[in-house]
C-alpha cells in the first residue's frame, strides 16, 4: 500500500524541518513524500533540496493560498490514501504510517486523533468514533488525522478555495454527505498539531461555515441541525448527572432519530 504524505509550507523553516524530519523517519518504506512550497525566502527551499533525494516531488513557486497549495499536492499523488501533514505539524511517533497501514484499512476517510497543546502539555483530542451527516456538520475531525482514499480526487475532487479557512471541513463533509464515502475511526494518536494557525480565527470560521451551509442545505434541514446541536448539548450535561434517567433514555431515542433523518437528509 502506497502512501501520499503532502506538506505544504511558506516560510516556515523551523515548522518544515520538523514536519519532514518525522516523515522520513518513518519505518514504512512505501511513502511518496511531496512538498509543495509557496516561494518561501527564510531558507526552506535549501533544506527541501537537502532531502530531495528522498521526495518524490517538490516545487517552490507562488500559489494562491493553502488551499491551493493543498490541490497541487493532490494533483502529484498516486498513493493509496493520502494524508495532509503541513509545516508545523508532526507525527506523532516512527512507525505511525506503519500502524496505519497493519489496520487494513479499506474506507474512503480513516482517521485517528491528534495531540494538540494544552498550555505545556499535549492533550489527546478524541475524534467521534462514529461519523453521520449530523456529526459531520457539527464537528471538526483533525484534518492533519485524516487519510483520504486516493480514488476520492479521481474525478477532480478538490478544496474549494473560494473559502480561506474552513476547506479542509468542507472537503470532508462533501466527500461523506454528496459522495456517500465510508468512514472509520481508528485507535491511532497520528500527529502532533502545534499550531491551529488561520482557522483558529473564530468569526471568520463561523462567516464561512454559516455560507457552506446556507449554499447547500434547505432552510429546514438547517433548522434539524440546530435541533440536533441542542440535543447533543443536553445529552452531554445528562451524562454527567446521575439524575434523571428517563430523561436521558428519552434525549438518546431523539439522538438516535436525528441521527437517522441527517443521514439520509
Same mark, same amino acid.
Given at each position: 500500500?502506497?502512501?501520499?504524505?503532502?506538506?505544504?509550507?511558506?516560510?516556515?523553516?523551523?515548522?518544515?524541518?520538523?514536519?519532514?524530519?518525522?516523515?522520513?523517519?518513518?519505518?514504512?518504506?512505501?511513502?511518496?513524500?511531496?512538498?509543495?512550497?509557496?516561494?518561501?525566502?527564510?531558507?526552506?527551499?535549501?533544506?527541501?533540496? @537537502? #532531502?530531495?533525494?528522498?521526495?518524490?516531488?517538490?516545487?517552490?513557486?507562488? +500559489?494562491?493560498?493553502? #488551499?491551493?497549495?493543498?490541490?497541487?499536492?493532490?494533483?502529484?499523488?498516486?498513493?493509496?490514501?493520502?494524508?495532509?501533514?503541513?509545516?508545523?505539524?508532526?507525527?506523532?511517533?516512527?512507525?505511525?504510517?506503519?500502524?496505519?497501514?497493519?489496520?487494513?484499512?479499506?474506507?474512503?476517510?480513516? #482517521?485517528?486523533?491528534?495531540?494538540?497543546?494544552?498550555? @505545556?502539555?499535549?492533550?489527546?483530542?478524541?475524534?467521534?468514533?462514529?461519523?453521520?451527516?449530523?456529526?459531520?456538520?457539527?464537528?471538526?475531525?483533525?484534518?492533519?488525522?485524516?487519510? %483520504?482514499?486516493?480514488?476520492?480526487?479521481?474525478?477532480?475532487?478538490?478544496?474549494?478555495?473560494? %473559502?480561506?479557512?474552513?476547506?479542509?471541513?468542507?472537503?470532508?463533509?462533501? *466527500?461523506?454527505?454528496?459522495?456517500? *464515502?465510508?468512514?472509520?475511526?481508528? +485507535?491511532?494518536?497520528?500527529?502532533?498539531?502545534? +499550531?491551529?494557525?488561520?482557522? *483558529?480565527?473564530?468569526?471568520?470560521?463561523?462567516?464561512?461555515?454559516?455560507?457552506?451551509?446556507?449554499?447547500?442545505?434547505?432552510?429546514?434541514?438547517?433548522?434539524?441541525?440546530?435541533?440536533?446541536?441542542?440535543?447533543?448539548?443536553?445529552?452531554?450535561?445528562?451524562?454527567?448527572?446521575?439524575?434523571?434517567?428517563?430523561?436521558?433514555?428519552?434525549?438518546?431515542?431523539?439522538?438516535?432519530?436525528?441521527?437517522?433523518?441527517?443521514?439520509?437528509?
Amino acid at each position: 500500500m502506497l502512501i501520499s504524505i503532502i506538506t505544504i509550507n511558506y516560510n516556515n523553516l523551523s515548522g518544515l524541518k520538523k514536519t519532514m524530519q518525522s516523515v522520513l523517519e518513518q519505518t514504512y518504506s512505501k511513502i511518496e513524500y511531496i512538498i509543495i512550497d509557496g516561494g518561501s525566502t527564510d531558507g526552506s527551499i535549501a533544506h527541501i533540496e @537537502n #532531502y530531495k533525494e528522498s521526495l518524490a516531488y517538490w516545487v517552490s513557486e507562488p +500559489d494562491q493560498g493553502i #488551499y491551493h497549495a493543498m490541490n497541487k499536492g493532490i494533483d502529484q499523488a498516486t498513493g493509496d490514501y493520502l494524508l495532509f501533514m503541513n509545516s508545523g505539524d508532526w507525527l506523532a511517533s516512527k512507525d505511525v504510517i506503519e500502524t496505519f497501514v497493519g489496520f487494513k484499512p479499506v474506507e474512503d476517510i480513516v #482517521y485517528g486523533d491528534p495531540l494538540v497543546r494544552d498550555g @505545556n502539555t499535549w492533550k489527546r483530542k478524541f475524534m467521534p468514533k462514529q461519523m453521520s451527516v449530523g456529526k459531520a456538520l457539527s464537528n471538526t475531525l483533525g484534518h492533519q488525522a485524516e487519510f %483520504y482514499k486516493g480514488s476520492l480526487f479521481y474525478d477532480g475532487f478538490r478544496y474549494d478555495t473560494s %473559502y480561506q479557512v474552513v476547506a479542509d471541513w468542507i472537503l470532508t463533509n462533501q *466527500a461523506i454527505i454528496f459522495k456517500n *464515502a465510508s468512514t472509520r475511526y481508528i +485507535d491511532l494518536v497520528v500527529c502532533y498539531f502545534e +499550531d491551529p494557525g488561520i482557522s *483558529a480565527d473564530f468569526n471568520r470560521r463561523q462567516t464561512e461555515r454559516n455560507r457552506y451551509l446556507k449554499a447547500h442545505f434547505s432552510p429546514e434541514f438547517l433548522d434539524l441541525l440546530k435541533d440536533y446541536k441542542q440535543l447533543n448539548s443536553e445529552l452531554k450535561d445528562l451524562k454527567k448527572s446521575s439524575i434523571i434517567q428517563g430523561g436521558l433514555w428519552l434525549l438518546k431515542l431523539k439522538r438516535q432519530l436525528l441521527n437517522i433523518f441527517t443521514r439520509h437528509g
